[in-house]
């Protein structure tokens, strides 16, 4: 079942390619048909991207209130009117309307399908499934591609063509219930229970359905009591490392011209010397491929030789593959017009194997746990606003410097993305998020982040000065954490047994002693656990799912007498 909801989510994958592509091939026609100012094309183009932006602020709000379920409907019903009202335009402005609704249906499909994949998939299988949606994002592009191609000059079709996906992403929710996550959180563990054995193919009551719901109830019930991230917590010292890398990266892979490629492959193919309307569009076909091809092998490496080296060779063969493209555009000779194809290749090859991919593995990655929705969502905004500035831009500075100046820019934008990769960005391959959200409390350069480390190493000096606290005054301190916690009915009656793990643990005694020292003999308060009230949070949650009592609420309490030392 759970390839069934991914492989209908994924449709919508299918909607984004094929609004992003289908624009190439009608662009010549629609050009002959309206008289279009390279301003006006650009506004045009870049309209589905506009609209994302706007689609990607309601998205977050829309999936929360009302469901994944539903607002993936709803955007079904979007793509659908914006295939419909773009096939019926007798104006540019009409159509820059149609593609804004597009748009808009993007952004929200964008946000909403991989976190309704990744919230119904089982955890062993989360990320296989949903790359799901980034391939079919390319599989959408070439589709897009080749209606091009199939229906030549009849662009009304072409456009049209995009409400079969949507009609069937429509259709194919209908059958399908919200996350067992979202349902958890509106309407209760039954119903959750039921989602769970539909997506396992299993009954209410299997053993591993209770403990994943164990699971889902537990971590909601945490969410709940935290106080709600704020837009400023993403310039905090131990926040803001990850901000530049999540934001960095979007802004190097836009800069390094992707959807002008996309949007502007025949026009590409033209400026290099293709003649003919169908043989650029058929040598556009032959990207859409190399695209697909790309996406799986980038999805077969990027946990086999790590983030750092994927992102080397994307941004070296990104800026070696434009340089080409920039001097065949540059020059009159013949020969090097075969150039600039190779060169437009090999740029598909490897931004589709890595650049593309790889900044959303990323952001998923780098946030702290209490941020990340806001982090991803900040990323996600960069996005689009930037994919807007750049397929903009592109007719404008194509008509001003020529298309080789234009890809010589896009070339020193992936030289600098490989300073960026060595100063800024870690390699987070097999590295718990834990560690990574240790890391960075740590203050240490993101960077030094390697795979295997569990933990930054403690600092002596704070943990030999953490003795100093009395191990009464440590123990009345983790009462008082216990007492504002969510797992307080569990954790209450062994607050002793807790407090005497805390203050064996390097790591949570300094916590704990800092805590002291700012509060002294006076109560305890949320105000005043400042940092250090992460780090503690993770040990009471730790402790509470080795709990006797959490354990035995998931069919397994025979098995674990004794908190997890671990």
Known sequence: MIYVVAIIAGLAGILFGFDEGVIAGALGYLREAFTITPSAEGFMTAAVPLGALFGALAAGWSAERYGRRTSLIAAAVLFVLGAVASSQITAVWMLSAARLILGFAVGVAALVAPLYIAESAPARQRGMLVSIYQLAVTLGILGAYVVNYAFDDDWRTMFLLGAVPGLALFAGMLFLSDTPRWLASRRGPEAAREA??????????????????????????????????????????????????????????????????????????????????????????????????????????????????????????????LALIALGAWTEAQWLDLIAVVGLIAYIAAFAASLG????????????????????????????????VVVFSFPILVAAFGLGGVFAFYALVCFVGLFFTRRYVPETNGVPLEAIEAHLASGQALRLLRPGMTAPAPDMRAVEASLALPRERAEGLVQALIGMSPYREDLLPMAARVAALAYDNHQVRVALHAIWLRVGQSELSRHALGAEGRVLTMFLEHVRYASPAFLASVGEGPNAEEPNHG
């Open 196 to 321: 769970l054995a539909r997506l396992h193919g299993a009954v209410s009551g299997d053993p591993e359905i209770e403990r994943e719901l164990g699971q889902i109830m537990a971590a909601d019930q945490s969410v709940r009591s935290e106080k709600g991230a704020q837009w400023r917590d993403l310039l905090a010292q131990g926040v803001r490392p990850a901000l530049i890398v999540g934001v960095g990266l979007f802004a190097l892979q836009q800069f390094s011209g992707i959807n002008a490629v996309i949007y502007y492959a025949p026009t590409v193919f033209r400026e290099a010397g293709f003649d003919s309307h169908g043989t650029q569009v058929l040598a556009t076909m032959g990207i859409g491929v190399v695209n697909v091809l790309m996406t799986l092998v980038g999805m077969a490496l990027i946990d086999r030789i790590g983030r750092k080296p994927l992102l080397f060779i994307g941004f070296g063969g990104a800026a070696a593959s």
């Open 357 to 388: 991919p790889l900044p959303y593995v990323m952001m998923s990655e780098v946030y702290p746990r209490h941020i990340r929705a806001l982090g991803m969502s900040m990323a996600t905004l960069a996005n689009w606003g930037l994919n807007f």
